[in-house]
């Protein structure tokens, strides 16, 4: 859950930075300059998203392999007197 908030959080962030001038346009702002968003900017904002994607898809695919490559255990109960008695009922 975590990895997919921050992945949605940081695509909204990309959002209002890229809409930041057109907003500055149509809603008055207080002081200073919208933020700009250049090339570098971009960039580094696709590569971020791209990163959680990843990490996020890894999570979530990687334990279904997972599941699927490692065979469920299932402990029986020792039982007999002895250490004889109990390695012949966990052979049988």
Not at 12 to 28: E, F, G, H, N, Q
Not at 34 to 42: C, E, G, N, S, Y
Not at 43 to 56: K, M, R, W, Y
């Amino acid at each position: 859950m975590a990895l997919e908030k921050q992945f949605a959080r940081k695509l909204d962030a990309l959002w209002r930075r890229r809409t930041a001038s057109l907003r500055a346009t149509v809603i008055p702002r207080g002081v200073g300059q919208p933020p700009k968003f250049t090339r570098q900017v971009r960039e580094g904002f696709i590569n971020d998203l791209l990163d959680d994607a990843t990490a996020l898809l890894l999570k979530k695919h990687g334990r279904e392999e997972f599941n699927k490559v490692v065979v469920a255990r299932r402990l029986k109960q020792m039982k007999g007197y002895g250490l004889l008695k109990r390695a012949e009922n966990l052979l049988d």
